[in-house]
């Protein structure tokens, strides 16, 4: 069922919710931003979103639950802009190639978020971090396995030497994660759309059937 299909579905009322769910996530995004996580308090998100201060909390109980709300459906939205690669015919290091650009751009189109995210995420409640970590966990384990598998194809098409493709997998998603990291936490002005190459070079040269 497409997205179209279950907005169909939906009664009048609850079409109404989403949509201004969406307007109030939207608003706290820009001023997260602007003003940081701490910097920025719930009745100026109502004001942003033009909403009043008590109607934020029919949707959101506190700050911290629109927060991580809003990160895990961007957690969800990059999922949903990669998984299709997997499911792909054809050549592996295209498909990889993809892979990468597609996770750079996402990265690059979202900086602000992910830099305030990772400059505040030590501040959250433990039981708040620890919901969130799991979300995060089992994504994870999805998208590793997914990629396990592509390079299971890379190894049988003769692109890739013998190597276990967990490791092979690993190697490829720690080495894009370093960079990631790097371009989150150390803003130096650099473009992270423009280390696709980089990645790709390290990755290949190493793994690479000769």
């Known amino acids: 069922m497409n997205d179209s299909s279950a907005e169909k579905r939906l009664s009048r009322k609850e079409r109404e919710f989403q949509a201004r769910r969406t307007e109030i ?10 003003q940081g996580y701490h910097g920025t308090t719930m009745s100026e998100i109502a004001k942003e979103a033009e909403f009043s201060t008590g109607s934020l909390y029919n949707f959101f109980e506190n700050k911290e ?24 015919d054809g050549d ?23 830099r305030i995210f990772a400059e505040q995420r030590q501040s959250f409640k433990t039981s708040a971090k620890g919901e969130f ?3 995060v966990h089992e ?4 998208y590793l396995g997914n990629m396990v598998k592509l390079m299971d194809e890379g190894i049988k098409q003769g692109m890739f030497k013998p190597m276990n493709p967990v490791e092979l997998a690993l190697i490829f998603l720690g080495i894009i ?21 980089a990645i790709l070079d390290i990755f290949f040269d190493g793994t690479r059937l000769k």
């Open 25 to 34: 996530l939207n608003a706290a995004t820009r001023l997260f931003a602007r």
């Open 177 to 197: 994660n370093t960079f990631l990291f790097v371009f989150v936490n150390i803003e130096d002005g650099q473009d992270i759309r423009q280390k696709s190459g």
């Open 92 to 114: 592996v290091e295209e498909r990889l190639r993809n892979f990468i650009t597609r996770i750079l751009d996402y990265f690059h189109d979202e900086q602000d978020f992910f």
């Open 65 to 88: 639950e629109l927060y991580f709300t809003l990160l895990k459906e961007k957690i969800e939205s990059l999922e949903v802009k990669v998984e299709d690669i997997y499911g792909e």
């Open 139 to 142: 994504k994870y384990e999805k």
């Open 133 to 135: 970590s799991d979300m």
